[in-house]
């Protein structure tokens, strides 16, 4: 199986700096409410660990699995790895996929950001229903949703622009609807040193739209409370697995 980020890896971790920038402190915020404990927390689809670091931070006490397909990604996840002795000491990293690996029991967190849409419907349903079982109670899973929530063409839009040194790298993204619930994204990356292009590559992925609609009600068929947190446009929410003997609600 060919690996979809061979052309793009060295573009994302740069040009995703900003969601992280408005993400990072509403993911801290949900982790830092979990209840006390040591268990593991799990990032799936952990790319180049910016969610692994923020895990790191948010709950010193507990071991990190990060699961990460993609063999171009995991060389820039060992990377921030390594280069901290404490996350090196702390973080375990699987290649498999979502659905592939299997959740150790008594997980305190999972993260499942920007990934969800890898998966068709089926396939997000039951992974909500492997991380609820393997959640402790009070548990949580942060995920997110982007738009469109609907299969629709989106025009060629400039999505990130970041500069290192002397270049500029930019990053635009184009789509168009593929069945009832998908989409194949083109998305196009440049660097630039001054006007002229100095390298550029284009790759296509398929996604799987979801509406909040539906997260809510696939959370709520499994027994998760649902919120959303921060910005609205951060489409940033978080399912919790109840503490014993409290009811869900969505």
Do not use: K, Q
Not at 130 to 157: D, S
């Amino acid at each position: 199986m060919s690996d979809p980020y061979v052309g793009s890896a060295e573009y994302l971790d740069l040009l995703i700096a900003g969601f992280w920038e408005a993400a990072g402190p509403e993911v801290a915020a949900a982790l830092s409410a979990l209840p006390p404990g040591s268990g593991p927390v799990v990032d799936l689809g952990a790319g180049s660990g910016r969610g692994v670091r923020a895990l790191g931070e948010a709950v010193p006490e507990s071991p990190v699995l990060a699961v990460e397909p993609s063999a171009v990604m995991r060389a820039a996840l060992m990377t921030r790895i390594i280069d901290d002795p404490v996350l090196r000491e702390r973080v375990t990293v699987l290649p498999g996929g979502a659905l592939e690996e299997t959740l150790p029991e008594g997980v305190r967190a999972v993260l499942a950001l920007n990934m969800l849409g890898h998966l068709e419907a089926p396939g997000r349903r039951e992974l909500l229903g492997r991380v609820f079982r393997a959640l402790t109670p009070g548990g949580a899973l942060v995920t997110n949703l982007a738009p469109p929530f609907a299969p629709m063409a989106v025009p060629r839009t400039a999505m990130a622009r970041a500069e290192v040194g002397e270049l500029v790298y930019e990053g635009y993204a184009s789509a168009e609807p593929t069945g009832s619930d998908g989409l194949l994204w083109r998305m196009e990356y440049r660097t630039l040193r001054g006007e002229a292009v100095i390298s550029e590559v284009t790759v296509e992925y398929s996604w799987c739209v979801c509406s909040r609609e539906e997260l809510v009600a696939e959370a709520g068929e499994v027994g998760f409370g649902v919120r959303e947190v921060g910005d609205p446009g951060l489409g940033l929410y978080v399912l919790t697995r109840p503490s014993v003997g409290v009811a869900p609600s969505v």
